[in-house]
């Protein structure tokens, strides 16, 4: 299965809500994701609807294949 045969299928959704559930479960207070590629806007759309926010920025650290050097976001949320 390619990356693009499982866009709007829930697999993102399904892994966040997944991820977050064992955290808690395993007594973590908050969960973070260190490099979220800023031009992936249904990523960031994604965690932000799962109450991440974006607290850092790490500047044109992707070397995206058409858009060049891209910004990368640390994301953040506590649970």
Not at 19 to 35: C, I, P, Y
Not at 51 to 57: A, W
Request: charged residues 25%; hydrophobic residues 40%.
């Amino acid at each position: 299965m390619t990356a693009a045969s499982t866009t709007g299928r829930g697999v993102a959704r399904a892994m966040c809500t997944h991820s977050l559930e064992r955290g808690r479960e395993r007594g973590f207070r908050a969960m973070q994701f260190n490099f979220v590629v800023s031009t992936n806007e249904r990523a960031v759309r994604l965690w932000q609807r799962f109450d991440f926010e974006i607290v850092g920025r790490l500047p044109k650290a992707f070397l995206h294949p058409t858009l060049g050097y891209v910004d990368a976001y640390i994301m953040y949320r506590e649970l």
